[in-house]
C-alpha cells in the first residue's frame, strides 16, 4: 500500500471533516448505495448528496461506478488514501445518534432491494428451474469448482466472476480471495446479487455492470477468472476468453463451467442460448489462441430417469503463464 503524500493526505481530510460527509463514509462502508438510496438513508436533497459525493470522490474516498441509468458509490480500495480512509471509519462513534438512524435506514433500503430481488428471482424461477433439470446438479459441478479453487485460495488476492447473474459464484467462492468482483450487463440481475451477498454478509465482494467482451479492469489484476455458464449466451466467446486472459495476472487461473455439445435447440429461443455447447478441442483451441495454455479437464454427464443422456457439463482450467504465447508471437 502506498503511502499518500502531503497534499493527498490533506485533500482526504479536507473532504472527510464534514457531518454529512462522515456520514456517507459511515454508511457506504456497510455496501455500495446509489444516489437516491443515499438520500433515503440520510434524509438529505439529491443535489446536496451528489455534491458531497463529489468531493468525496476527488479526494479518492470513494468511487462511482454508472449502471444503466443508476450510479452506484461504494468506498475506494487500493487508493492512496485508503489507510486514512479506514482510521477514519474506525473513529466514527458507533452511539451517534445520526449515525444510529442512517443504519436503520440503510436497513429499510437493503430490505426494499431484497423485496425488488425476489419478486424478479419468482417471474423467472420457473424456466430456470426447467433448464437445471436438464443436466447435473448445480451443486455437483461447484463442488467440483471448489477443489480446483481452493488449491489457489492461499494466495488469491482479487477473483473475478464474469457474468455473475445472481452472484451465485461469489457467494459460495469469494471467502477464498481477499476481493471478489462479478460483472454483468443486466441490471435486474445485478440487483438479484446484491440482494444475494447482503444476506450473506460478503464484504469482500461487489457487483459492477460490465461486459464480458470489455471487461472494465486493468492488465494483469485477477488471481482467477471464472466463466460459469455464460460463453453460450455469447456471440463471441473467444472475445470473454481474450479479456479473461488480458485481466489475469501471469500465473492466474481461469475456470470454466458450459455445456458440451449438445442438440437442444429450444435453448436458443426459450432461454437466449447463442452456441449449442462447446467441444473440448474447440475450448481448448480458444483458449490457446487467448494465450492460456489448458491444465484441466472434467465432463460431468448426468442420466435421465429413462437412461438417456441429457445436457453435459463440461469444466476447463487453464493457466496464463509469465510470457503468454500472444507476446512470443509478437516478439520474434
Given at each position: 500500500?502506498?503511502?499518500?503524500?502531503?497534499?493527498?493526505?490533506?485533500?482526504?481530510?479536507?473532504?472527510?471533516?464534514?457531518?454529512?460527509?462522515?456520514?456517507?463514509?459511515?454508511?457506504?462502508?456497510?455496501?455500495?448505495?446509489?444516489?437516491?438510496?443515499?438520500?433515503?438513508?440520510?434524509?438529505?436533497?439529491?443535489?446536496?448528496?451528489?455534491r458531497h459525493l463529489k468531493l468525496l470522490a476527488d479526494a479518492g474516498l470513494v468511487q462511482r461506478y454508472p449502471e444503466g441509468s443508476w450510479v452506484f458509490y461504494r468506498l475506494h480500495e487500493g487508493?492512496?488514501?485508503?489507510?486514512?480512509?479506514?482510521?477514519?471509519?474506525?473513529?466514527?462513534?458507533?452511539?451517534?445518534?445520526?449515525?444510529?438512524?442512517?443504519?436503520?435506514?440503510?436497513g429499510e433500503v437493503r430490505q426494499l432491494r431484497a423485496e425488488r430481488a425476489q419478486n424478479?428471482?419468482?417471474?423467472?424461477?420457473?424456466?430456470?428451474?426447467?433448464?437445471?433439470?436438464?443436466?447435473?446438479?448445480?451443486?455437483?459441478?461447484?463442488?467440483?469448482m471448489a477443489d480446483q479453487l481452493e488449491a489457489h485460495s492461499g494466495d488469491m488476492a482479487l477473483l473475478i466472476d464474469l457474468g455473475t447473474g445472481t452472484g451465485r459464484m461469489l457467494e459460495i467462492f469469494g471467502h477464498l480471495a481477499q476481493r471478489a468482483i462479478g460483472f454483468d450487463v443486466s441490471a435486474d440481475m445485478l440487483t438479484l446479487a446484491r440482494?444475494?451477498?447482503?444476506?450473506?454478509?460478503?464484504?469482500?465482494?461487489?457487483?459492477?455492470?460490465?461486459?464480458?467482451?470489455?471487461?472494465?479492469?486493468?492488465?494483469?489484476?485477477?488471481?482467477?477468472?471464472?466463466?460459469?455458464?455464460?460463453?453460450?449466451?455469447?456471440?463471441?466467446?473467444?472475445?470473454?476468453?481474450?479479456?479473461?486472459?488480458?485481466?489475469?495476472?501471469?500465473?492466474?487461473?481461469?475456470?470454466?463451467?458450459?455445456?458440451?455439445?449438445?442438440?437442444?435447440?429450444?435453448?436458443?429461443?426459450?432461454?437466449?442460448?447463442?452456441?449449442?455447447?462447446f467441444g473440448d478441442a474447440e475450448m481448448r483451441a480458444m483458449l490457446t489462441q487467448s494465450g492460456l495454455q489448458v491444465r484441466e479437464t472434467q465432463t460431468l454427464s448426468p442420466e435421465s430417469s429413462s437412461g438417456e443422456q441429457d445436457l453435459t457439463v463440461a469444466m476447463w482450467q487453464a493457466e496464463k503463464l509469465e510470457l503468454p504465447q500472444k507476446e512470443n508471437r509478437n516478439a520474434r
Amino acid at each position: 500500500m502506498y503511502k499518500p503524500d502531503m497534499e493527498q493526505l490533506l485533500s482526504a481530510l479536507r473532504a472527510a471533516g464534514e457531518p454529512t460527509r462522515l456520514r456517507i463514509l459511515a454508511i457506504l462502508a456497510l455496501g455500495e448505495l446509489t444516489v437516491s438510496e443515499l438520500t433515503q438513508v440520510l434524509s438529505q436533497s439529491q443535489p446536496r448528496i451528489s455534491r458531497h459525493l463529489k468531493l468525496l470522490a476527488d479526494a479518492g474516498l470513494v468511487q462511482r461506478y454508472p449502471e444503466g441509468s443508476w450510479v452506484f458509490y461504494r468506498l475506494h480500495e487500493g487508493t492512496h488514501v485508503s489507510g486514512v480512509l479506514a482510521q477514519i471509519i474506525r473513529h466514527i462513534p458507533e452511539d451517534d445518534h445520526d449515525i444510529l438512524r442512517d443504519r436503520e435506514r440503510f436497513g429499510e433500503v437493503r430490505q426494499l432491494r431484497a423485496e425488488r430481488a425476489q419478486n424478479y428471482f419468482a417471474a423467472n424461477a420457473a424456466s430456470w428451474d426447467e433448464l437445471r433439470a436438464r443436466h447435473i446438479p448445480e451443486t455437483a459441478v461447484e463442488e467440483k469448482m471448489a477443489d480446483q479453487l481452493e488449491a489457489h485460495s492461499g494466495d488469491m488476492a482479487l477473483l473475478i466472476d464474469l457474468g455473475t447473474g445472481t452472484g451465485r459464484m461469489l457467494e459460495i467462492f469469494g471467502h477464498l480471495a481477499q476481493r471478489a468482483i462479478g460483472f454483468d450487463v443486466s441490471a435486474d440481475m445485478l440487483t438479484l446479487a446484491r440482494s444475494k451477498l447482503d444476506e450473506v454478509g460478503a464484504k469482500n465482494c461487489q457487483v459492477r455492470q460490465g461486459d464480458c467482451a470489455n471487461v472494465p479492469l486493468e492488465d494483469n489484476v485477477a488471481s482467477v477468472v471464472i466463466l460459469h455458464q455464460v460463453l453460450h449466451f455469447l456471440d463471441d466467446p473467444q472475445r470473454a476468453l481474450n479479456e479473461a486472459a488480458r485481466i489475469l495476472a501471469p500465473g492466474g487461473r481461469v475456470l470454466i463451467a458450459d455445456f458440451g455439445p449438445h442438440e437442444m435447440e429450444a435453448l436458443r429461443e426459450d432461454h437466449a442460448h447463442r452456441r449449442l455447447g462447446f467441444g473440448d478441442a474447440e475450448m481448448r483451441a480458444m483458449l490457446t489462441q487467448s494465450g492460456l495454455q489448458v491444465r484441466e479437464t472434467q465432463t460431468l454427464s448426468p442420466e435421465s430417469s429413462s437412461g438417456e443422456q441429457d445436457l453435459t457439463v463440461a469444466m476447463w482450467q487453464a493457466e496464463k503463464l509469465e510470457l503468454p504465447q500472444k507476446e512470443n508471437r509478437n516478439a520474434r
